[in-house]
């Protein structure tokens, strides 16, 4: 049972016992009754599911409240645009390109977007916890009227991208979204979940390494970034700038890799 300053606890309530011992147990957490019986442990966060799904609540949160996905929520209308390889984030992993990794995937946003767009994804997460939640996520979309075309578009995998890459045949491009660097002078806290990965999952500190290992994987790498933040493998091939963030896409000249282990 963990102590006072237990970091996170699974209650295993709509995931059902044996996915919630599986998940207790990927992140060495003690599982629990229940939410109140989670807190009194003193957990920071504790992952639990409702009817709306699987998801992590933090300090204060209420049950409902928490961070959880919901892919349905995209507009897939082909006039609104989300699902255009002209956006940026489609022409950073190049719109020619068939099948994508996605080696951050977060809580799966852009992994969606990519689907979205036509692209066949990988979605890598290292996170178990992380990775619960987006599967859940994709569950319930995939019972949703026209999104289980797009959500089957998707292959969810847990774990290191570095280590998983050799297993991944066809890579086109590779998209990298680490953990922006916080800024010199925050003017607001980041959006919640932001917050909430980075207590879980920790700060991106081998992010220099995923991309220098995406290089070896495929001959395109598009790496997110704030428009603040340096590049993180030197002098990319080109950048597409969005609104917000900015693309720095790495094509090598040839593909680097030649044998893919199966």
């Known amino acids: 049972m963990a102590g006072?300053?237990?970091?996170?606890?699974?209650?295993?309530?709509r995931m059902g016992a044996a996915a919630g011992e599986l998940l207790a147990e990927a992140c060495a957490v003690a599982m629990y009754a229940s939410v109140d019986v989670a807190r009194a442990a003193g957990c920071?966060?504790?992952v639990h599911g409702d009817a709306r799904g699987v998801?992590?609540?933090?300090?204060?949160?209420?049950?409902?409240?928490?961070?959880r996905t919901d892919f349905t929520s995209l507009d897939i209308r082909t006039g609104a645009g989300n699902c255009s390889r002209r956006?940026?984030?489609g022409r950073a992993v190049g719109r020619e390109s068939v099948r994508v990794v996605d080696a951050t995937a977060g809580l799966a946003g852009d992994t969606v977007l990519l689907a979205c767009m036509g692209y066949h994804v990988v979605a890598i997460e290292r996170s178990p916890v992380l990775a619960a939640v987006i599967a859940d996520g994709l569950a319930r979309a995939r019972d949703v009227?026209?999104?289980?075309?797009?959500v089957n578009r998707i292959e969810l995998r847990v774990g290191d991208a570095r280590e998983l890459f050799s297993s991944i045949s066809e890579i086109d491009a590779v998209y990298v979204d680490p953990m922006f660097p916080p800024k010199r002078r925050a003017s607001a806290?980041?959006?919640?979940?932001v917050q909430v990965i980075r207590a879980i999952v920790g700060d991106d500190i081998d992010s220099t390494e995923l991309v220098a290992a995406a290089q070896r994987a495929a001959r395109r790498v598009a790496v997110k970034r704030p428009k603040y933040a340096s590049p993180?493998?030197?002098?990319?091939?080109?950048?597409?700038e969005s609104k917000l963030v900015r693309y720095d896409v790495y094509i090598a000249p040839h593909p680097i890799r030649t044998e893919v282990s199966s």
Request: proline share 12%; charged share 15%.
């Open 87 to 89: 956006q940026p984030l």
């Open 232 to 240: 993180l493998a030197g002098e990319p091939s080109h950048t597409i």
């Open 44 to 46: 920071a966060f504790v």
């Open 4 to 13: 006072p300053n237990c970091q996170l606890g699974i209650v295993a309530d």
């Open 145 to 150: 009227a026209g999104f289980a075309e797009m």
């Open 55 to 67: 998801e992590i609540l933090g300090l204060g949160d209420l049950p409902g409240r928490g961070v």
């Open 189 to 193: 806290l980041p959006p919640k979940s």
